[in-house]
């Protein structure tokens, strides 16, 4: 047991590693250790073996924790995501199978130097809000066993919470990234739809599921999101980020939060009324403008995510194992699935129509806030409440989350303060799609000024000094930076840019203007883009990362000679800031540029 491992946020893990007093194995050792002794067994449904765990880890061993972005971090992630021979579930045993490759998300964790744990327990079918209905047993509150954990993606979040892994996969579709979150003091984002991959993911509602992201705190979160935000050709729901344009990363000090106005629902709860007031007050101390906006359309919005036939969908993506197996669900599951198939064509359209309609009267808020802050739940339920009553409690348990998909926003649920009673308390901030470095900065101060601590044992939140992540750091625009090679997602120097707030935005190609040379003197290697002008030229796969201006000078600052900072085209004609290379260093070096990708060099060398 190694007394220097306590909290697994990535702050402390770095510096242990950074300063020898801990290795991968060690941490592990000690992940392990706590699995075994953890008494709430229904976390996880499928547990990787020591064996293969310590592997993994011993892999790292004498690696520089600075080449991979996710160095020597354990993870879990949700058992409708695939993992390559191990069984995907979605908490129905009678539907598992054994997938050959992995969903794209973990693959890239897995490369960026993470370590997987195993795979979580959740509500089967990933169709509930509460953690309840699975056949592998209720996850319990950390905080009150007597209450729910919040679903779906229950194991993942209490996985987080109790300090079993420093992060965790889930999954979104109607808040079950978001809930949990809430009901375990941990921060949960949900990205906007497509930008991770969802392929490998079992399907609740294909065309509203993402990916989402649990960690102890909103730098980690982003952290995570850098690795995996990675367009991926195979998904046809995957979505490439555009450039940004306008406002980007703001701090709370003069950003405008939209709060809905009137009486909102906490179905009875006091406590809950009384955190979310506070949380308002919180934001416009630290110096936000509170602006009321007119929550009804976001409400009706909510309610035809299910009332409506959208839940067609988990008909649509299950229904013949459905038919073939039904005494395989858990009965509510099976009650919500098997009558699923009823809404017809018409009323699909009808509905697609409607929800067009309340999209158009909600576009003009965002001219007025840039970002909405709501409860991330109205109440929490004890398991038996839930089990009783299972539909309608659910039910009230997305009022404010179930309408963010359908609305196409990205939100990040971060702790907001304690209950009397001490159970915890969340608030969410949402914005539209691809506002990520909008709402990460807003929710990582909100968090702080709360001082809930991280997860179960309420450990101290990093410093943003410690993290490199801070509404100061990142205030202002952002700046579009085109890598080519080892500062690239999941490659060794991707941390300078991640290390800074950096987020990723898309992957491009550049214009067919450039030859490619590998500069292998350098370690690690690394690309030379060297213009051509119009002839001779090849496009050159990249990435788009935006860096915080306060971030990018010290940035540059260590890029060596010949590389530079200089302005590459895009395929589409658009300029951007890019590493280019000075010509002399094509002398002898190897020209690569019929390979037109520093991933394909890397996989031939």
Same mark, same amino acid.
């Given at each position: ?20 007093? &801990? ?30 765990? !310590? ?9 520089? #924790? ?18 390559? %021979?191990?069984?995907? @579930? +979605?908490?129905? =045993? ?13 693959? &890239? ?98 065309? *509203? ?52 106005? %009137?009486? !909102? ?9 009384? *955190? ?49 197996? =039904?005494?395989? $669900? ?19 359209? /009808? ?38 009553? #299972? ?7 997305? /009022? ?26 969340? +608030?969410?901030?949402?914005? #539209? ?12 101060? !909100? ?14 939140? #990093? ?16 700046? +579009? $930076? ?7 997602? %999941? $490659? ?40 051509? %002008? ?39 004609? @658009? ?31």
């Amino acid at each position: 047991m190694n007394d220097s491992i306590q909290s697994l946020d990535f702050t402390r893990l770095r510096e242990l590693y950074r300063t020898r007093q &801990a290795t991968p194995e060690d941490v592990v050792k000690d992940v392990l250790a706590r699995a075994e002794r953890e008494s709430d067994k229904a976390i996880w449904i499928t547990r990787l073996p020591d064996t293969a765990v !310590l592997a993994a880890a011993r892999a790292l061993a004498g690696r520089d #924790p600075d080449t991979l972005p996710l160095f020597g971090l354990p993870f879990a992630i949700k058992d409708n995501i695939d993992f390559s %021979g191990y069984p995907t @579930t +979605v908490a129905c =045993p009678d539907y598992a199978y054994t997938p050959d490759a992995s969903a794209p998300v973990v693959d &890239a964790l897995i490369a960026a130097g993470a370590i997987l744990i195993g795979k979580t327990n959740m509500d089967q079918f990933a169709t509930g809000l509460v953690g309840t209905r699975t056949p592998y047993g209720a996850c319990a509150n950390p905080f009150d066993p007597a209450y729910i954990s919040g679903g779906s993606s229950a194991g993942s979040a209490v996985a987080v919470s109790k300090g079993l892994v420093s992060f965790a996969l889930g999954s979104d579709t109607a808040g079950s990234g978001r809930v949990p979150a809430a009901f375990n003091n941990i921060v949960g984002l949900k990205p906007t739809r497509g930008l991770l991959s969802t392929r490998g993911v079992v399907p609740a509602c294909r065309s *509203l599921d993402c990916v989402s992201i649990f960690a102890l705190n909103t730098a980690d979160a982003a952290d995570v999101f850098a690795v995996v935000a990675v367009f991926d050709n195979d998904d046809p729901f995957s979505r490439r980020h555009p450039v940004p344009s306008g406002r980007g990363a703001i701090s709370l000090p003069g950003a405008r939060i939209g709060v809905p106005a %009137g009486d !909102l629902n906490f179905f009875g709860n006091g406590e809950a009324e009384r *955190l979310f007031a506070a949380a308002v007050e919180r934001a416009a101390g630290l110096g936000a403008s509170v602006v009321e906006i007119d929550f009804a359309p976001f409400l009706e919005t909510a309610r035809l995510l299910y009332e409506g036939p959208w839940v067609a969908e988990r008909y649509a993506a299950v229904g013949d194992f459905v038919d073939a197996h =039904p005494d395989s $669900l858990h009965p509510v599951i099976r009650t919500i699935i098997g009558g699923a198939a009823v809404p017809s064509a018409a009323d699909a359209f /009808t509905a697609a129509y409607r929800l067009r309609e309340l999209q158009r009267q909600i576009e003009p808020v965002w001219s007025a806030i840039d970002a909405l802050l709501t409860p991330t739940a109205g109440t929490i339920y004890t398991i038996a409440e839930v089990e009783a009553d #299972p539909i309608t409690l659910n039910s009230n348990l997305g /009022t404010y989350t179930n309408y963010m998909n359908l609305l196409d926003f990205c939100g990040v649920a971060v702790p907001a303060g304690f209950q009397a009673d001490g159970l915890p308390f969340g +608030v969410t901030l949402a914005a #539209p799609a691809f506002r990520e470095s909008t709402l990460l900065p807003l929710a990582d101060t !909100l968090h702080r000024a709360a001082d809930t601590g991280m997860g179960a044992a309420r450990h101290a939140n #990093p410093a943003p000094a410690d993290t490199g992540f801070s509404a100061d750091a990142a205030s202002g625009d952002t700046l +579009v $930076l085109a890598v080519c090679g080892a500062h690239m997602s %999941g $490659l060794p120097l991707n941390g300078e840019l991640t290390g800074r707030g950096a987020t990723l935005i898309r992957s491009c190609r550049s214009a067919g203007k450039y030859r490619f040379y590998a500069l292998e003197d350098f370690s690690p290697p690394r690309p030379g883009m060297v213009h051509t %002008g119009d002839a001779g030229g090849h496009a050159i796969d990249l990435e788009l990362w935006a860096v915080p201006t306060a971030r990018f000078g010290e940035f540059i600052a260590g890029v060596p000679s010949p590389l530079a900072i200089g302005t590459v085209e895009l395929e589409d004609g @658009t300029r951007v800031k890019g590493f280019v290379c000075e010509a002399y260093a094509a002398e002898g070096a190897r020209d690569i540029s019929e390979l037109g990708s520093w991933r394909a060099y890397l996989a031939e060398n």
